[in-house]
């Protein structure tokens, strides 16, 4: 029987989404716990974005005390929060100047908008020429100029006419990317270090340098989106690092809420967010005290590193076993770090029926692309939790 208030949901809510038959009422650190009672295992983390777990009590505390004092003020004036979060986010991330959004989709669109302005202003390509390379298979997000660049029909089917300038080179084909960021109107290239959505594919070693080359030599952007794949989930604070890449711009997002609240930002050089002149671009939460309370202690607990460290361990042992105990219904085993995509043999059936088993199994999971099931378990999950969700992964399987 669905709970009451599922049902409610599905009555009065649009059927944009098809969730899991589980009803969330609370949850703490790594488990959440159904309207009964009944606990799981979240090995989703709300797709990257609870890193930190459910409820992380620094967190928590951070954003009480933040609601005491002052939660919105609109960038129509300045706040006490804004500020130092700036300072410690461009100084954590290494980079000079951040801009404050909601979502991710929205550093996305951002991110478009920064460079196409640099590209007329500074690289003074013609008016309305400005092309943005992307990858096949690219998620950024589900606004109607991003789903333009999408090749996923369910994203992009009948919510045309797209928005032109993109063009798309398949993911890990340093040839294709030579080619395309070669056309002298390009601006951008935006990539997804590991595509996470497409099913955690981690592209060829050296593409992601061979991508930082080929920008600089042509004078393009280097646009790493970092929402899914960055502030640790990949053992480094940044997937980007595990090549000594710098881009020009990282997009974050998800976890930089800490799972409370959505925060996200860009973070670029001078000349990339620079651009911007008043007017031209904000939001009226962008930059709120709250979210920016939240993202100062955020960023205050990836500098101890603990979190990438716990990743890095844990995620070895994550892959290791899936891939030495996985059965011969599984055809590839991908990930990095605390990040993994199971894909399936077709012939095995659906993955959303494995995730349907694995809830039953009191573990919360999900499927992406009919034969992919992706864990993401929170990085402060404790080895023993991990195992006993492998256990149970390994079971519905078989
Ligand atoms: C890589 C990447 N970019 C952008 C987004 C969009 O973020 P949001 O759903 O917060 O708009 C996502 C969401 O899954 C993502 O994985």
Not at 62 to 89: I, Y
């Amino acid at each position: 029987m669905p709970h009451p208030t599922q049902v409610q949901a599905e009555q009065f809510g649009a059927h944009n989404y098809h969730p899991l038959e589980v009803v969330v009422h609370r949850a703490e650190g790594s488990w959440v716990y159904d309207t009964e009672g009944k606990g799981y295992l979240d090995l989703l983390s709300a797709y990257s974005a609870l890193n930190f777990g459910h409820r992380h009590p620094n967190l928590i505390a951070a954003a009480k005390a933040q609601l005491e004092l002052v939660t919105l003020t609109s960038r129509a004036f300045h706040n006490d929060q804004l500020g130092p979060f700036l300072a410690e986010l461009t100084d954590f991330v290494g980079l000079d100047l951040a801009l404050p959004m909601n979502t991710g989709a929205e550093a996305v669109e951002t991110a478009i908008k920064a460079a196409r302005a640099w590209g007329y202003r500074i690289k003074a390509v013609p008016a309305d020429q400005a092309v943005i390379v992307v990858c096949d298979g690219n998620f950024h997000g589900r606004t109607t100029t991003i789903v333009s660049f999408s090749d996923d029909p369910t994203a992009r089917d009948d919510f045309g006419p797209f928005t032109p300038g993109f063009v798309s080179v398949p993911f890990g084909d340093v040839a294709a990317l030579r080619v395309a960021l070669a056309q002298p109107n390009a601006v951008g290239f935006l990539v997804e270090p590991v595509q996470g959505e497409a099913g955690i594919v981690v592209p060829p070693v050296g593409y992601l340098k061979a991508a930082r080359q080929l920008c600089d030599e042509h004078n393009v952007l280097l646009i790493a989106d970092e929402i899914q794949s960055g502030l640790g989930r990949t053992g480094r604070t940044f997937a980007c690092e595990h090549e000594g890449v710098v881009p020009d711009a990282y997009l974050l997002g998800k976890a930089l809420g800490g799972g409370i609240y959505p925060v996200s930002a860009v973070v670029a050089r001078r000349e990339v967010l620079g651009v911007f002149r008043p007017g031209e671009h904000g939001s009226t939460f962008g930059g709120n005290p709250l979210g920016a309370a939240i993202g100062r202690e955020v960023i205050r607990m990836l500098r101890t590193g603990e979190y990438q460290q716990r990743s890095a361990e844990l995620g070895e042992h994550l892959l290791a076993r899936l891939r030495a105990e996985a059965p011969e219904t599984v055809r590839e085993v991908r990930g990095i770090g605390l990040w993994a995509g199971i894909e399936m043999y077709p012939e095995a059936g659906p993955a959303r029926q494995r995730c349907e088993a694995l809830l039953l199994e009191g573990v919360l999971a999900k499927d992406t692309h009919s034969t992919t099931i992706r864990l993401a378990p929170p990085l402060i999950i404790e080895l023993s939790e991990l195992d006993w969700a492998i256990d149970r992964v390994l079971k519905v399987l078989a």
